[in-house]
């Protein structure tokens, strides 16, 4: 399977704690993307790092990438209740195909 | 911009017969479409890669006769689910890419969810 690896697959938190998952991936890629998805409903894109590069931020997001370890963070810092969603990483492949991370289910308590 | 709508966004339909699902991009033009299957409380499963004019790709153990993919234009591609059973139920998302954007993301339709009966 394509498919990466995501943990933790639940993650329970405080409003304002901070949020953090990691994803891991198995080939070569050309970037790699981060998405929300409300329960049943399409995904929303939030950030993209290509691979050329380690580290990146928008607003309350910081993602890094380690191409060498394969894997990539995604830091939801300063978390409010409308954060609470499922979250999937993707990675672009050499190949045009994207595949997604098994994802972390994020619940922000009030 | 970068709008994807999908339709039906809910069927429901009887053991044997066949379902289609249309993606369009609205305000862009796309070149690639990718259509996902999702389980409940699962990730998405690639099931396929659209390339505006050619044949699909299918990914391993996606059934090609089973689910017939079309992308005849830069803004429709459409999924059949042929002779539709109980297991074939789940959430089919579809998402396309910009023409010409290497590094960019993907846009999503908001999801088909399927009851087979």
């Given at each position: 399977s394509q498919q990466g690896e995501e943990d933790p697959q639940a993650l329970s938190i405080q409003e304002g704690e901070n949020a953090t998952m990691n994803c891991s991936y198995k080939t070569s890629i050309n970037n790699l993307q981060w998405y929300r998805q409300n329960s049943g409903r399409g995904l929303v894109h939030l950030i993209l790092i290509r691979s050329n590069e380690r580290e990146k931020h928008s607003g309350r997001l910081r993602v890094t990438l380690d191409t060498s370890k394969k894997s990539s963070s995604l830091l939801i810092t300063a978390?409010?209740?409308?954060?609470t969603a499922s979250y999937f990483c993707a990675t672009h492949q050499t190949g045009n195909q994207f595949y997604f991370g098994t994802g972390t289910s994020l619940t922000v308590i009030p | 911009g970068a709008v994807v709508s999908q339709h039906p966004s809910w069927v429901i339909c009887k053991s044997g017969t066949s379902v289609k699902i249309e993606c369009r991009s609205l305000d862009f033009q796309a070149t690639t479409m990718f259509w996902y299957r999702q389980f409940p409380k699962q990730s998405l499963m690639l099931m396929a890669t659209s390339n505006e004019g050619s044949k699909a790709t299918y990914e391993q153990g996606v059934e090609k006769d089973k689910f017939l993919i079309n992308?005849?234009?830069?803004t429709l591609s459409t999924l059949t689910v042929t002779?539709?059973?109980?297991?074939?139920?789940s959430f089919y998302i579809c998402s396309a890419r910009s023409q010409g954007s290497y590094n960019s993301p993907l846009h999503f339709g908001n999801g088909t969810r399927l009851t087979v009966t």
């Open positions: 978390s409010r209740a409308a954060d | 992308h005849a234009s830069l002779s539709a059973h109980p297991e074939d139920s």
